[in-house]
């Protein structure tokens, strides 16, 4: 079965501070992998997806970045944290077997002081 | 740009009350997914709806996709403390098939 794994799970950071985010699939090939922000009590913001290895889209223009050196696992960055920064960060996969849909992981609660 | 709304934002039933959520689309959706997010959780996969006029139901939940895939509903039947949370609608960005767009969400709050 499919499982996916984000750590850490909450994560407090003094603004100006470096980020580094991670997220694994396991259990399914070559998935789609994508990134959302959530805001309390708000809707999902979709940040980057990924179709492949290497490749990586960007929708909303931030100071944030992702990466996806490997097939499974999908890193979103920040070289300097903004107060705006913080929220709920959810990766997600979805492979076409399963009619995209979407399967998050637990999320990590980022709080930007 | 497209867009997905959902009404209400909020919602607040007595236990054993129906509730019910719509989603409406500014385009044409090949389908429409659900998503539920308990209260500190994540969002989980509910259930996707391809055809015109289809109808699906689990135990409790009924959805519907409109005649002209743009707009859906979550009906609740006899709703519990169990269905506490924010039901989302989803539907494919222009062409692509796996990029969404999110709706806004309605809180459901049930009191016990």
């Known amino acids: 079965s499919q499982t996916i794994h984000q750590w850490p799970a909450t994560l407090v950071q003094p603004v100006g501070s470096p980020l580094s985010l991670e997220c694994t699939v396991e259990?399914?090939?070559?998935?789609?992998l994508y990134w959302y922000r959530q805001a309390a009590g708000r809707g999902l913001q979709l940040l980057f997806y990924s179709v492949g290895i290497g490749q990586i889209s960007s929708e909303v223009p931030q100071n944030l970045s992702a990466s996806r050196p490997q097939d499974r696992q999908f890193i979103l960055s920040s070289k300097k944290l903004l107060l705006s920064d913080s929220g709920f960060y959810l990766c997600?996969?979805?492979?076409?077997?399963?009619?995209?849909?979407?399967?998050f992981g637990p999320g990590t609660r980022l709080t930007v002081t | 740009g497209q867009q997905v709304m959902q009404i209400p934002q909020y919602q607040h039933v007595q236990e054993g009350e129906d509730f019910t959520t719509y989603c409406n689309s500014s385009t044409t959706l090949s389908n429409i997914q659900w998503y539920k997010q308990r209260p500190g959780g994540h969002p989980v996969f509910l259930i996707q709806?391809?055809?015109?006029?289809e109808v699906k139901k689990q135990k409790r939940l009924t959805f519907q996709f409109g005649e002209a895939k743009k707009n859906s509903s979550l009906h609740i039947t006899a709703t519990q403390t169990t269905d506490v949370g924010t039901y989302f609608c989803?539907?494919?960005?222009?062409?692509?098939?796996?990029?969404?767009?999110f709706g806004s969400g309605t809180r459901l709050l049930v009191r016990p």
């Open positions: 997600a996969w979805s492979v076409r077997q399963f009619s995209y849909e979407q399967y």
């Open positions: 259990g399914t090939s070559n998935p789609n």
């Open positions: 709806l391809v055809k015109s006029g």
């Open positions: 989803a539907g494919p960005v222009g062409g692509s098939s796996y990029k969404l767009i």
